[in-house]
């Protein structure tokens, strides 16, 4: 007896949603990481003397946005 198997390759729709969202989330991750390590320098740089004005300037941040950072690092 000769039988033929046939193999069903079924693919959920939903699969690219998902790693899409998997991606999504793990740019976000590394941008919060940029981010908090731009906020350190950032800090760091106002530490050493550098005006908020050059601040303000290389970052595109407004002076009150660098002030926070200055605090908060």
């Known amino acids: 007896m000769c039988g ?15 790693a899409a969202v998997a991606a999504h989330r793990r740019a976000a991750r590394r941008a919060e990481q940029a981010r908090a ?7 760091e740089a106002a530490s050493q003397g550098v005006r ?3 601040l303000v300037k290389i970052t595109g941040y407004t002076r ?10």
């Open 37 to 43: 390590t731009l906020h350190a320098v950032i800090a």
């Open 64 to 73: 009150e946005r660098i002030r926070q950072i200055c605090r908060a690092g």
């Open 52 to 54: 908020q004005t050059d």
């Open 4 to 18: 033929i198997i046939t193999i069903m390759v079924t693919t959920d729709p939903a699969e690219p949603i998902r």
